[in-house]
């Protein structure tokens, strides 16, 4: 028997798909990841204790600070730390790892604030993860765009999962491309590699089979004549599709595409999908 080549490309289609699934669902399951989050403190100038978390911890103009108590051991960069640890003032998205036994304490700024976010291995979340429903591969939903960058970055603000909280994108561009028989476009972010892309949408699909506030798409760096992929079979969920302790940023205006993508992961288990 022979296999025609139109057969081949969707087999190794499917294949590179259920690859990129596996490696989404392991990231999030991993004994440090998403699932294995236990809670979501917000610091102040009050020094506070967390029942799932080392010390004593408060934050001001000079940074966050750990006060360990006697006896109390986290490894920082690799070096064990006892008594006072001083983070200094974190960047915005960045963080810091603290080891404390199996545990890893993330302490970071999320929207101009300083949080500690431990996660627990045996964090009932994680144990209980049994993967995440997704619609099946088709190649119809993998589309070519056109990348067209603004004459310079936009700042460009959106909310976030936790009510209140905002981020701030510097948006270099939009793509644009058709869909559905659509012209759409979507405001892009920077995404993760030099000149690497990521959009945020929601789409006539959320709310009903997909998670209700977002998912993310990740496009690799345009061509030179600014033409990308756009493959909404790897439309991905972010965090807080499954947990309420992330903060997770909402689409910017504008990116609801109204029509149904019928691709990429749909609504966990864990808000009730199927």
């Not at 289609?13 to 699932?35: I, V």
């Not at 070519?144 to 603000?157: E, H, L, M, S």
């Not at 977002?214 to 345009?222: E, Y």
């Not at 030179?224 to 972010?238: S, Y």
Request: aromatic share 8%.
């Amino acid at each position: 028997m022979t296999t025609d080549a139109t057969t081949t490309d969707r087999a190794a289609f499917e294949a590179s798909w259920r690859d990129w699934q596996r490696a989404q669902e392991a990231r999030l399951a991993d004994p440090h990841g998403f699932l294995a989050i236990t809670g979501l403190h917000w610091l102040d100038s009050r020094p506070q204790r967390f029942p799932d978390a080392p010390g004593t911890w408060h934050t001001g103009p000079d940074g966050v600070v750990l006060a360990l108590d006697d006896g109390e051991e986290v490894v920082i960069g690799g070096v064990p730390v006892h008594g006072e640890h001083r983070f200094g003032v974190l960047a915005e998205r960045s963080g810091v790892d603290v080891e404390w036994g199996d545990a890893v304490i993330e302490v970071a700024k999320r929207g101009g604030h300083d949080i500690v976010r431990p996660r627990h291995p045996d964090a009932p979340l994680r144990t209980a993860f049994t993967g995440t429903p997704a619609y099946a591969p088709d190649p119809r939903w993998s589309v070519t765009g056109r990348y067209v960058p603004f004459d310079a970055p936009r700042p460009t603000t959106v909310g976030a999962a936790v009510e209140g909280l905002e981020h701030v994108y510097d948006a270099p561009g939009r793509v644009e491309f058709e869909l559905a028989g659509r012209q759409l476009s979507l405001t892009a972010f920077p995404g993760r590699g030099a000149g690497a892309l990521m959009v945020l949408f929601t789409d006539a699909t959320s709310g009903v089979t997909t998670y209700a506030a977002n998912r993310s798409l990740a496009i690799a760096p345009p061509a030179e004549d600014g033409t990308v992929v756009l493959d909404f079979n790897r439309a991905a969920n972010l965090p807080c599709a499954y947990t309420d302790l992330a903060t997770c940023p909402l689409p910017p205006a504008g990116n609801r595409l109204p029509v149904a993508v019928e691709a990429g992961q749909k609504l966990p288990r864990e808000r009730g999908g199927v």
